[in-house]
T-cell receptor
Framework: DTAVSQTPKYLVTQMGNDKSIKCEQN?????MYWYKQDSKKFLKIMFS???????INETVPNRFSPKSPDKAHLNLHINSLELGDSAVYFC?????????FGQGTRLTVV | QKEVEQNSGPLSVPEGAIASLNCTYS??????FFWYRQYSGKSPELIMS????GDKEDGRFTAQLNKASQYVSLLIRDSQPSDSATYLC????????FGAGTRLTVKP
């Protein structure tokens, strides 16, 4: 059983398109995150949700919009994709302590 | 100042040596500290957590925490080539913040 699962694993798309990444966790955790990992491997927090409520919204362009239909799901929608959005996006969940990560979505914008 | 800073890498050690990874953090209210290992192309996985000052040992890994100095470290004894990965320090004051990572290579 996969604890935190993301889809798709790979995403190649053209500039200007809109795309979504889905995340689901079956750990019963209250908190879910989206992180962006760039080519230098820096893992930067983007959003944090606690029990479907947005807790943290870091300095992220408003082209990025998270949505949490329930506490087990946190999706990320990206509008008007730009070349600089190319990165690996990780979903994670936690219950107050350590975070568990999904396998990542490698987004390539061409 | 970055919230979580790690010693710049890459770090290369011979097989069997001790690898030392360091991390400092800026938020004094932080209570939880973690070390993650990330193999190339994979997701980060938790290897150690530490919450109180002092040392915590788990097999070949020892985490050290000094809250007064806002410093946390990871020692890997008897390093193996399979330990070659990027090590990420994470601090949880309110949410999980990561350092930039230190790439470790263990040479046979």
């Amino acid at each position: 059983d996969t604890a935190v699962s993301q889809t798709p694993k790979y995403l190649v798309t053209q500039m200007g398109n809109d795309k979504s990444i889905k995340c689901e966790q079956n750990l019963g955790h209250d908190t879910m995150y989206w992180y962006k990992q760039d080519s230098k491997k820096f893992l930067k927090i983007m959003f944090s949700y606690n029990n479907k409520e947005l807790i943290i919204n870091e300095t992220v362009p408003n082209r990025f919009s998270p949505k949490s239909p329930d506490k087990a799901h946190l999706n990320l929608h990206i509008n008007s994709l730009e070349l600089g959005d190319s990165a690996v996006y990780f979903c994670a969940s936690s219950q107050g302590e350590s975070a568990f990560f999904g396998q990542g979505t490698r987004l390539t914008v061409v | 100042q970055k919230e979580v800073e790690q010693n710049s890498g890459p770090l290369s050690v011979p097989e069997g040596a001790i690898a030392s990874l360091n991390c400092t953090y800026s938020d004094r209210v932080s209570q939880s500290f973690f070390w993650y290992r990330q193999y190339s192309g994979k997701s980060p996985e938790l290897i150690m957590s530490i919450y109180s000052n002092g040392d915590k040992e788990d097999g070949r890994f020892t985490a050290q925490l000094n809250k007064a100095s806002q410093y946390v470290s990871l020692l890997i004894r008897d390093s193996q080539p399979s330990d070659s990965a990027t090590y990420l320090c994470a601090v949880n004051p309110h949410d999980m913040r990561f350092g930039a990572g230190t790439r470790l290579t263990v040479k046979p």
